[in-house]
């Protein structure tokens, strides 16, 4: 069955419209680029570093981009010299893609690292080739015995809080590399496209905040060039560049991708934006998330154009991708009796279900883009997410969440957790039915980590309408605090291949971790 977001499509040429002239240069730092005389020589080049994403046991897709129409090769090998390497031709890459290109690979040795390199040709003529780019990826294991760690955490360039070289850029993504994941899960807001990036931020203490700063982060996004400047962006880091090369990743998207708190069918009366409707918006970012992301569903190879998908990673673990925002109804005071659509729309709701009751995995991850038990606004009346403060019986997206928690109860579905971002703080909620107002599911627990490079934020209530019991929350006490006051957070799950046994980290940049949890197999509800 084929998924499409319930987003109209609007024209063709409304979604191009302001995005045909062509996107201001980006000069990327010192280290990124290639040596003078190369540069000169009129080779293709990838100074924007390669990705690897939606790794299995034996497949992946690579990504790069190029400076100019060229031949997407990729080698892979089991060894740094490229001995015995494998080749796979790629794409011819261009303008229609901003010049990216993602390369699917089949057929790889399953927990087992894979080198590759990319090189990009000259479509004219193949023999001029560009200076290769290098990566490594580990595929998912077939053993359990082989155990399974990865991070996840999400929210970055928010706030106004950029690219700062004083600091070093982004260091966390340094840090996370250092700790070797076998993947990373971001769970949305991979992008700012509505936050300005302003050259510089006094903070209150009197320091200045220094942003590398571009054209299309100086106003919020409307066009496809703009868009696709914002994913552009955090590439400019070298330390994100230097993370993707080495740590695959496992993208969904959330609002920040289009504008803050966006929904399909919003009409905008924001002074900011020359375009109103967010149908037309949302589909420019699309557009662009896909050319800058190697994501398999959206993949011209095999993909049906959905963000909601399962990515397996061996028999101990499956990551079930939600998509939070395409399908939502309206924000509103959620408060309906009855309401089918939720935050996932219907189709998407049996298709999880249907994926959960499949899954042999140990372990089943519902990567959420946004918490369950938290109340997320959205202006003096209306919410966000899925809780909206009343304790009482589901309500609106509420009823969707309490149908889905029931189906796993009843179905016996064991060794589910959630993990999420979103809200620029990091907790762990234990959810139970005997505090709850709503009865019929079993236990679980959801986690929270972020932001990678934004403000962070204060805690927000609870709703108990599931029963959460937070029993570790760190959050400033103040509203969008930079970087250089607050430490970042993400998370860490390391599965154990022997026992089973599920830990989570939450850890904060600076190499500390605050709170950790085991979690047993096999259970329906922890």
């Known amino acids: 069955m084929s998924y499409r977001p319930r987003i109209p499509s609007p024209d063709r040429r409304a979604v191009l419209r302001g995005s045909l002239a062509a996107s201001a240069a980006l000069t990327l730092p010192l280290t990124a680029t290639a040596a003078p005389a190369f540069a000169l020589s009129g080779r293709p080049r990838a100074a924007w570093g390669v990705q690897v994403g939606d790794v299995t046991a034996s497949s992946a897709l690579v990504w790069v981009r190029s400076d100019r129409p060229a031949r997407m090769i990729v080698e892979t090998s089991a060894t740094e010299s490229f001995r015995r390497a494998r080749t796979w031709h790629g794409p011819l890459v261009g303008s229609g893609t901003d010049f990216t290109g993602t390369t699917p690979l089949y057929g790889l040795p399953a927990g087992e690292q894979v080198h590759y390199r990319v090189t990009l040709a000259d479509p004219d003529d193949p023999r001029r080739t560009g200076e290769p780019v290098y990566g490594t990826f580990r595929t998912a ?28 850029g982004y260091r966390v993504y340094d840090e996370m590399r250092r700790l070797d994941p076998d993947f990373f899960l971001c769970s949305g807001d991979n992008i700012y496209a509505d936050g300005v990036i302003e050259p510089s931020v006094t903070l209150p203490d009197g320091r200045v905040w220094r942003n590398v700063t571009t054209e299309e982060k100086a106003k919020v996004a409307e066009t496809l060039a703009e868009y696709r400047g914002n994913f552009r962006y955090n590439l400019l880091d070298d330390n994100l560049r230097k993370f993707n090369a080495q740590v695959p990743s496992i993208i969904q998207w959330d609002d920040h991708e289009v504008r803050n708190n966006w929904y399909p069918g919003q009409i905008l009366d924001d002074v900011r934006y020359t375009e109103k409707n967010v149908d037309v918006l949302a589909a420019r970012s699309m557009r662009a998330f896909r050319e800058y992301f190697p994501v398999s569903t959206l993949h011209e190879s095999s993909g049906d154009g959905r963000v909601h998908r399962v990515v397996r990673h061996g028999p101990l673990l499956d990551v079930f991708v939600l998509d939070m925002r395409s399908f939502r109804n309206a924000n509103s005071p959620g408060r309906q009796p009855d309401d089918t659509t939720g935050v996932l729309g219907a189709e998407q709701l049996d298709w999880l279900k249907r994926e959960l009751s499949r899954s042999r995995a140990v372990w089943k991850v519902i990567a959420a883009d946004m918490p369950l038990g938290l109340v997320v606004t959205d202006g003096a009346t209306n919410f966000e997410a899925v809780a909206q403060g009343d304790p009482g ?5 509420e009823l969707q969440i309490a149908e889905l928690l029931r189906f796993i109860k009843h179905r016996r579905i064991t060794g589910t957790l959630w993990l999420t971002a979103d809200v620029h703080y990091t907790s762990a909620q234990h959810y139970a039915p ?73 850890r904060a940049q600076g190499g500390s971790v605050m709170f950790s949890k085991v979690l047993q197999p096999g259970r329906v509800g922890q």
Do not use: C, H, Y
């Open 141 to 168: 294991p077939a053993r359990r015995r082989d155990g399974v760690r990865f991070l996840w955490s999400g929210d970055i360039a928010g706030q106004g809080w950029g690219i700062n070289p004083d600091i070093g």
């Open 393 to 397: 019986a589901p309500l609106g997206r």
């Open 434 to 506: 005997e505090r709850a107002a709503f009865k019929d599911f079993a236990p679980f627990w959801e986690f929270v980590s972020g932001p990678l490079a934004a403000g962070g934020f204060p805690a927000t209530a609870l709703d108990s309408t599931f029963g959460p019991d937070q029993v570790f929350v760190r959050a400033p006490d103040r509203a969008n605090v930079s970087p250089m006051e607050s430490p970042q957070f993400f998370g860490e799950v390391d599965i154990d291949g022997d026992s089973g046994e599920l830990t989570v980290r939450l």
